[in-house]
């Protein structure tokens, strides 16, 4: 499977992905691997922030 993120994706052949990936097939790769760690870590943020948000309001309703 040939990594979307690849600047070589239209041009590669299938010995870039094979038993032995080239450079940028591995770079690639770990690029979209830290990105996809980055993106959930930035969801559970957000999450973990609106729900203090709504504590806030809640405990400010109650005062």
């Known amino acids: 499977m040939k990594n979307k993120f690849c600047p070589y994706k239209k041009t590669c052949r299938d010995i870039c992905y094979g038993e032995t990936p080239c450079a940028f097939a591995q770079a690639f790769d770990g690029l979209a691997r830290k990105i996809d760690r ?26």
């Open 38 to 63: 980055k993106t959930v870590c930035i969801d559970s943020l957000r999450t973990e922030n609106a729900a203090l948000k709504a504590r806030l309001e809640q405990e400010e309703h109650n005062v």
